[in-house]
């Protein structure tokens, strides 16, 4: 057993835990700065931040900045939103790795694919679906569309529904 003795920085309280114990380890993503690479939920350059599931079911996070100018390893509990906000984040950033997806979807099934407030974009009709057509009948099909008014996408739509019911 590997104890690591820790001052949560928020609490000010001395705590322990087991990282080898830890029924889950993540690590965060990197971004691309334009200039650097940082780390998408702690802004290290040079190490990554670890987030912990302790064989307990707490949160703890691990920051390891000693090897940049000399920082502070620092460990802090976190909350059930904070854990879930930092997976988010570390999931958008890991597009190559699907660690922290598969952690944020185990540990928060309830977390939807998309968050936030909708932005504008063209109304939701339904799904996409596509296929192939001659470009013969694209013509007719762009002329009908003219002629009735209707973009190409509606007037598909409206011909199909027709047709079905």
Same mark, same amino acid.
Do not use: C
């Given at each position: 057993m590997t104890r690591i003795?820790? +001052?949560?920085? /928020?609490?000010?309280?001395l705590s322990w835990f087991d990282?080898?114990?830890a029924r889950d380890a993540i690590s965060e993503g990197r971004n691309w700065t334009g200039e650097n690479w940082i780390g998408a939920c702690s802004g290290l350059r040079t190490?990554?931040?670890?987030?912990?599931?302790?064989?307990?079911?707490?949160w703890i996070e691990n920051q390891d900045a000693?090897?940049?100018?000399?920082?502070?390893?620092?460990?802090r509990f976190l909350t059930d939103e904070?854990?879930?906000?930092?997976?988010?984040?570390?999931? /958008?950033?890991r597009r190559d790795s699907d660690e922290a997806e598969a952690a944020l979807k185990q540990?928060?099934? /309830? +977390?939807? /694919?998309?968050?936030?407030?909708?932005?504008?974009?063209?109304?939701?009709?339904?799904?996409?679906?596509? +296929?192939?057509?001659?470009p013969e009948t694209l013509e007719k099909v762009e002329a009908a569309a003219k002629a009735a008014g209707m973009s190409r996408a509606a007037w598909l739509r409206t011909t199909i529904e027709n047709a079905v019911t």
């Open positions: 003795s820790f +001052t949560d920085p /928020d609490t000010g309280n990282p080898q114990a190490s990554q931040a670890v987030l912990y599931l302790t064989k307990g079911g707490r000693t090897s940049e100018f000399n920082g502070a390893d620092v460990y904070q854990a879930r906000a930092w997976l988010i984040k570390a999931a /958008d950033a540990h928060f099934p /309830d +977390t939807p /694919d998309e968050e936030g407030p909708n932005l504008g974009g063209r109304p939701m009709v339904g799904p996409k679906v596509e +296929t192939r057509i001659s």
